[in-house]
């Protein structure tokens, strides 16, 4: 039944076979070995031809680090945007506790996200935090915008903060958005002298921001 049906419920095979929801459940668990799974949720299917493309650009890019190690990865410039509510309650693991067998139960009740947010804009490199810039209520997030941060705000902060940096060359690593492709923004970036890396479309996981920045920083900023 579970082979030729994997969304069949325990219930369902109890009935079948007429047998107890306990014995069906510990011969699909215990004998048989199965465990129901919900299916792994991904932004886009890929197509053949972008798969292909992925697996290239992700090849060119170790290519890159084989030839020049340490000096390739010192000139990655990397960024993104993310919203940061106000006030983001506690996760349900952050609230665990050390108790004896005589301490109380303690009730936490669920609360929501403020509808307050604000959005971060930061761009880092292998040394830290390079800029970061909160978006003022009512200002677009869109192609000008993106060009004048880049042209205002992040090439005097490298100048700034990384002395050495302009000169060898930045390497910027954005996702594919539409703000970061426009052609004004390509423009932009020719006149900084700034060669944007390869980032295959639709790959939230190879994005650095998001892969390693965004998360811990809005479990640290939970209940605060």
Excluded at 151 to 157: D, G, V
Aim: net charge positive.
């Amino acid at each position: 039944m579970i082979l030729e049906n994997r969304r069949v419920t325990i219930d369902e095979v109890a009935n079948h076979f007429e047998i107890s929801h306990g014995s069906a459940c510990d011969i699909i668990h215990n004998r048989l070995g199965f465990r129901k799974v919900c299916a792994r949720w991904v932004p886009k299917e890929f197509t053949e031809e972008q798969k292909n493309n992925r697996v290239a650009i992700c090849q060119r890019l170790l290519d890159r680090y084989a030839n020049k190690g340490e000096a390739f990865l010192t000139r990655i410039v990397t960024g993104d945007e993310t919203w940061v509510h106000h006030f983001a309650p506690e996760s349900k693991r952050q609230t665990m506790e050390w108790k004896h067998l005589g301490s109380p139960v303690k009730k936490k009740f669920k609360s929501q996200p403020s509808a307050g947010k604000v959005m971060l804009t930061i761009f880092w490199d292998s040394q830290g935090i390079i800029l970061e810039h909160y978006l003022e209520r009512g200002t677009a997030v869109n192609s000008v915008w993106y060009s004048e941060m880049l042209s205002t705000e992040l090439k005097p902060a490298i100048r700034t903060k990384r002395q050495g940096l302009l000169s060898s060359g930045v390497l910027l690593l954005h996702d594919n958005v539409r703000p970061h492709t426009a052609i004004h923004t390509l423009q932009t970036l020719v006149k900084l002298c700034f060669t944007v890396l390869e980032h295959p479309a639709y790959s939230p996981d190879l994005a650095p921001s998001d892969y390693h920045l965004f998360g811990p920083l809005k479990d640290a900023l939970k209940g605060c």
